[in-house]
Nanobody
Framework: QVQLVESGGGLVQAGGSLRLSCAASGRTFSRYAVGWFRQAPGKEREFLAAVSRGGGGSQYYADSVKGRFTISRDNAKNTVYLQMNSLKAEDTAVYYC?????????????????WGQGTQVTVSS
């Protein structure tokens, strides 16, 4: 079992940057693919980015964040990061990380097995 804790959210002006962290418990973290999602009030949970298990050699991005967000993992620290640049007001949401035991990386939130509690990101215009 994996427990995930997000951090790094906060209030930032439009055009600014934030780096979110997803810290995991357990010694088998490298066996999980990890995804980042967000959910704004009244909207469905949205896929943002995912990184493959192992060394994280494969990354996947939603079109809405491609070129602005970067996902990476450091298995020695049991942590996955989401670097967010050029933030916009529409990026305001609660951001979640999730872990998936499947070999194939998926963008579907219902495929992920473990979730963090979320961290709020607010971008002021």
């Amino acid at each position: 079992q994996v427990q995930l804790v997000e951090s790094g959210g906060g209030l930032v002006q439009a055009g600014g940057s934030l780096r979110l962290s997803c810290a995991a418990s357990g010694r088998t973290f490298s066996r999980y693919a990890v995804g980042w999602f967000r959910q704004a009030p009244g909207k469905e949970r949205e896929f943002l980015a995912a990184v493959s298990r192992g060394g994280g050699g494969s990354q996947y991005y939603a079109d809405s964040v491609k070129g602005r967000f970067t996902i990476s993992r450091d298995n020695a620290k049991n942590t996955v990061y989401l670097q967010m640049n050029s933030l916009k007001a529409e990026d305001t949401a609660v951001y979640y990380c999730a872990a998936d035991r499947q070999i194939m990386v998926t963008t579907n939130h219902w495929d992920y097995d473990y979730w963090g509690q979320g961290t709020q990101v607010t971008v002021s215009s």
